[in-house]
């Protein structure tokens, strides 16, 4: 039987927090097998950067990107009209911008409000205008970037537990919706990883890395690959990824 993995040479991506962290090593990676990525962050400065390392790397041709907030209606709006401009048309998004955030006893409502704009409404926004786009294709692919918060439920975390679980949620509840119409979904959970919403220093995240205790962004992104490149009959429908001795 044949297993040929999919190629993603040409194959047009929107990744959502694509200046930093898994987003930023993401888009690196899938624009080095080929494929025409699209990156949108709050700072036009880490766009900068993003787009400085990919010119670095000889992609300069596979990866564009807009500032834009995730949170609000507009930007979106604006983003996919930089996908519909740029792109053409879209094969996958992945929702991965988002904040961490402490407990409800923390901060006060408009605070409250934003994190959840960006780490549920975000999805749901980006996810149905992509649907739009994938379903007269009848293909295509939404990978949401959820958390292992998701299944520990730790303690004084409880907004962002709130945020992560509701993701699990909907990506369980969307696969269902849109696979009739050829669309995949997909949910990985990480732990710890190395990244900007992280509280230790970059310093003290690489020595957590290198004691197995911490994932580095990298290592997401080749799990975002290794599930676009999968036969076509295969949904790898969720992931869990721990740090090997964090103690989840």
């Known amino acids: 039987m ?5 190629n993603l040479q040409n194959k047009k991506v929107l990744i959502t927090g694509g200046t930093t962290g898994i987003g930023r090593a993401t888009a690196l990676l899938l624009a080095s097998h080929g494929a025409k990525v699209l990156i949108f962050g709050r700072h036009e400065n880490e766009l900068n950067d993003t787009l400085q390392d990919a010119q670095k790397a000889g992609l ?10 995730v949170s609000r209606e507009s930007d979106i709006a604006y983003v996919f009209e930089k996908v519909d401009e740029a792109l053409g048309e879209l094969d996958v998004l992945i929702n991965n911008a988002a904040l961490g955030y402490s407990g409800i006893m923390d901060g006060h409502y408009s605070e409250w409000q934003y994190i ?61 919706e849109v696979n009739p119409w050829g669309i995949k979904v997909t949910l990985i959970e990480p732990g710890a990883v190395g990244t900007d919403m992280q509280p230790q220093s970059p310093e003290e995240q690489r020595v957590l890395e290198e004691k197995m205790k911490m994932l580095k962004a990298e290592d997401i992104a080749t799990c975002v690959y290794y599930v676009l490149t999968q036969p076509k009959r295969c949904d790898l429908v969720e992931i869990h990824i721990r740090p090997h001795l964090q103690s989840i």
Do not use: F, W
Not at 2 to 6: D, I, R
Not at 166 to 175: F, H
């Open 60 to 69: 300069e041709a596979n990866i564009t990107g807009v500032t834009a907030d």
């Open 116 to 176: 959840i704009h960006t780490n549920l409404l975000g999805y749901v926004a980006c996810a149905a205008a992509a649907i739009k786009r994938m379903r007269p294709n009848s293909s295509g692919h939404i990978i949401n970037i959820g958390s292992m918060s998701a299944e520990t439920k730790e303690k004084d975390s409880s907004l962002y537990v709130a945020t992560k679980s509701a993701i699990k949620g909907l990506s369980e509840s969307l696969r269902k």
């Open 2 to 6: 044949e297993n040929t993995p999919q």
